[in-house]
């Protein structure tokens, strides 16, 4: 099967069909592994025990960008290609994407409250992360107003390029602003400042979450191909319905 | 393994985040099914799909 048969929804069904319980079983193991070795990992000299947080809301802080910039791909593709699976794409990504904003938005507060003293500061990070989740609730509405799904798809494609304006100012605030947020100490140059008594958990949930991710969006694509056909045969029955009475 | 003084903020953290992955794929889960029941009912009530093929077919 090469790319271009994707293109075909019914050989995508059948691709995603097979490869969910394979993708689900993976994801469900490295799930454990990263919850085990998020519990034996040692306290932090600074954060204490706190530092388990990091182990969930990193990962769900990276996903909440990578998704978006999936969805700016998939936008790409439904104006440039008008590929017939990528607008299914970006909208079946919009409600997990959101989850892991409002994931990374929480577990950060709560993260924030012992260790900065409140749970929310309106710095750089913060805020560009809040416009993102804001964002992902627009895009989902978005999809829900518009009846017409071709005019829907162009509608969010356009306001999914705009917003990807906001990953490079979400990914620098750090650097460019004055903020109680912490820099990046994963990805940076230099490499990793991380110790690999944190790292290796870290990395593990990251791989675990983007897998659960894969998981989601595959099934939810499903899920999406599944409803267009429900509104396609729809329409066949009240066209049948009209030619009867006609 | 010890969570210290800051037990409740780990633990709402994780619980937190097992709920709302728990709901996503009750959600997707429930979804699929939904679809499946809609697409069955319409073929059942003589709708066909241009191709001829059963819009449940996924091989």
Known sequence: MTLIDLANPTRFLTLATRLLPWLAAATAILLAIGLYQSAMAPDDYQQGAT?????????????????????????????????PLADVAAKAAAPIGAAFTFLALVT???WGRPMWGTYWEWDARLTSVLILFLMYLGLIALWRAVEDPSRAAR?????????????????????WWN????????????????????LIPLLVMAVAFSLLFLTLHLAAMRNEILRRRVRALQLIQVAQASQRSA | MSLGPYATFILTSYLLVMAVVLILIGWITIDYHRQRRHLRELEAGGAVRRSGRSATDMK
Do not use: C, E, Y
Not at chain 1, 180 to 197: C, E, F, I, N, T
């Open chain 1, 51 to 83: 530092v388990k947080i990091m182990f969930i809301h990193v990962p769900n802080a990276w996903l909440s960008m990578f998704v978006w910039g999936v969805m700016s791909l998939a936008a790409l593709g439904t104006l440039v290609w008008r590929h």
């Open chain 1, 108 to 110: 950060g507060s709560l």
């Open chain 1, 155 to 175: 509608a969010a494609a356009i306001l999914t390029l705009v917003g990807a304006i906001n990953l490079p100012i979400i990914k620098f605030s750090v650097d």
């Open chain 1, 179 to 198: 903020t109680l947020h912490q820099p990046a100490s994963v990805m940076r140059m230099g490499g990793s400042s991380l110790d690999r008594a944190f």
